[in-house]
Structures are given as C-alpha cells and as structure tokens.
C-alpha cells in the first residue's frame, strides 16, 4: 500500500497535555500510591512521559494485549499476551493506553482487573481517543486528545511496527 504521513498533533502539544494529565492524576490519587499498568507496546512512550510529571509514588507494570496484529482495523478478538508481573490486589490501579478505538480492548482489560486482580480502584488514561468508533460504552478517566476516526501512528502508536519513534501525532493517508 502507498500511503503519505500527515502531521495531526504536534510534539509540544502532545508535551503540554501529558503535564496536565498529570496535574489531573496527582489530584484524583493525593496521599495515594499509584500502579501504572501500561498496555504494550503502544502505551510505552506515553506512560514514559507521563509518570515522569506525575509527584506521587507510581509503580510501573505492563500488560501485552493484542486486537489488531498487522491490520489497521482492531479484529475485535482480544488476548492476554503477557500478564501483569505484579500483585495488583488492594491496589489503586491506572490503565494506560495510547488509543481507544472500539472500546473493545479496554472493556475486556477492565472486566479482567475487576474480575481476576482484586484491585481497589480502577481507572483508565489514555493518549487518544476516537469517540466515532466506539462499540461498546466504556468509562474512560483520562483522555489526552479526542481525534478524528483516521488511522494514527507516532509518539508509540505504530502502523505494522513502525513510526512509533515519531514525537508527534501523525495520520496515515493512503494514495
């Protein structure tokens, strides 16, 4: 496929939200501690960036959750591909995403952290969302940027594994 690359959110855009993301994350958790759990691998920049600016105590885990493969279209068939190392019961968890598509993803990761870890509280943070393609009604806390239902590479978002090392937001435009 031939397609061009077209700036949506620029870098310092991006940089300003994530502080004020995390002013947002600091209130909501003061005097708490705080377990970042990124979805890999696209969350990995963003999460990155973002507890670097958070001022409370934050723990870092990871989860590995697949619906796309190499398409541009989630499947909608989700799996665990790797789960959380650590013990997340009793604790105050924040789900990290870069993109909410469907909602289809984040639903089956929340039932899971709800059903199976025992978590005191739940929330989700994500860099993107894109409200046009939802499929299901899932409650996000933390939302970075509402952008249009195009496909969007960089700052971690990849299109078959590349572009994530882009600073900034861009758009795939096929040609």
Not at 1 to 9: A, D, H, S, T
Not at 13 to 41: M, P, Q, T
């Amino acid at each position: 496929m031939n397609y061009r690359i077209e700036n949506l959110i620029d870098k310092e855009a991006v940089e300003k939200r994530i502080k004020e993301l995390a002013r947002e994350i600091e209130k909501d958790y003061a005097g708490e501690e705080v377990y970042c759990v990124g979805l890999l691998k696209g969350s990995v920049i963003f999460l990155s960036d973002l507890v670097k600016e958070i001022n409370i105590p934050v723990i870092i885990d990871f989860m590995s959750v697949s619906s796309y493969g190499s398409e541009t279209v989630s499947s909608g068939d989700v799996k665990i591909l790797k789960d959380t190392d650590l013990d997340l019961r009793g604790k105050h968890v924040l789900i990290v995403e870069d993109i909410i598509d469907t909602g289809l993803t984040l639903e089956y990761v929340i039932k899971y952290f709800k059903e199976g870890k025992g978590v005191k509280s739940l929330r989700t943070c994500t860099l993107l969302n894109k409200p046009e393609r939802r499929k299901v009604d899932v409650k996000v806390d933390y939302i970075g940027f509402d952008v249009p239902d195009k496909f969007v590479i960089g700052y971690g978002l990849d299109y078959d594994q590349k572009y994530r090392n882009l600073p900034y937001i861009a758009v795939v435009i096929p040609e």
